[in-house]
């Protein structure tokens, strides 16, 4: 079955960090583009990340770009997100989701997770 | 970037109503427009990619046409269901953006 587990959300104060994982199962992870997709509460979809299936091929959300890194291991099947200086609006449920092809574009997303939570408050 | 607009945002329909919702980019999309459902406390879940191409396991009353800058997504039977949010998606450029969504109502 093909599958994709989020963790490392929580709650975290404005400016603190946080690292997002996303397990992947069931296909062949390194043949295939990935994205971070999050969804603020009551809001629609807004696209974080993509990364190609070499990391070759990156690109961010400008409401992210600087403060959200996004990276691959393939040999362990998985995707992080690594989430510097947190603001309230970063609060949302985040999706790991899997490209339908190997580069970050032309492709839909065809596999989502169930997303992980983040919320920043003080 | 691309903008995506998707209208109407929302609309009511009864079991068994035709559907129409329709998508609209700022610049043509060489045909990389996907589709997507969301039903509540869910997932997005893929129905269409690249304009008219059904995703494997999606039932045939679902259907997407359009070209350069102007897509539609039609349920031509609606279904209990399909009571859902509905997102349009260029995957034509980066970054990757979505339209803001149109809710099916139950009338």
């Known amino acids: 079955e093909v599958q994709l587990v989020e963790s490392g959300g929580g709650l975290v104060q404005p400016g603190r960090s946080l690292r997002l994982s996303c397990a992947a199962s069931?296909?062949?992870?390194?043949?295939?583009?990935m994205h971070w997709v999050r969804q603020a509460p009551g809001k629609g979809l807004e696209w974080v990340s993509g990364?190609?299936?070499?990391?070759?091929?990156?690109g961010y959300a400008d409401s992210v770009k600087g403060r959200f890194t996004i990276s691959r291991d393939n040999a362990r099947n998985s995707l992080y997100l690594q989430i510097n200086s947190l603001r309230v609006e970063d609060t949302a449920l985040y999706y790991c989701a899997k490209g339908a092809g190997e580069a970050p574009y032309y492709y839909g997303m065809d596999v989502w997770g169930q997303g992980t939570t983040v919320t920043v408050s003080s | 970037d691309i903008q995506m607009t998707q209208s109407p945002s929302s609309l009511s329909a009864s079991v068994g109503d035709r559907v129409t919702i329709t998508c609209r980019a700022t610049q043509s999309l060489s045909g990389y427009l996907n589709w997507y459902q969301q039903n509540p406390g869910k997932a997005p879940k893929l129905l269409i990619y690249a304009a008219s191409s059904l995703q494997s396991g999606v039932p045939s009353r679902f259907s997407g046409s359009g070209s350069g800058t102007d897509f539609t997504l039609t349920i031509s039977s609606l279904q209990p269901e399909d009571f859902a949010t509905y997102y349009c998606q260029q995957s034509y450029s980066f970054p990757p953006t979505f339209g803001g969504g149109t809710k099916v109502e139950i009338k």
């Open positions: 069931g296909f062949t992870f390194d043949d295939y583009a």
């Open positions: 990364i190609s299936w070499n990391s070759g091929s990156i």
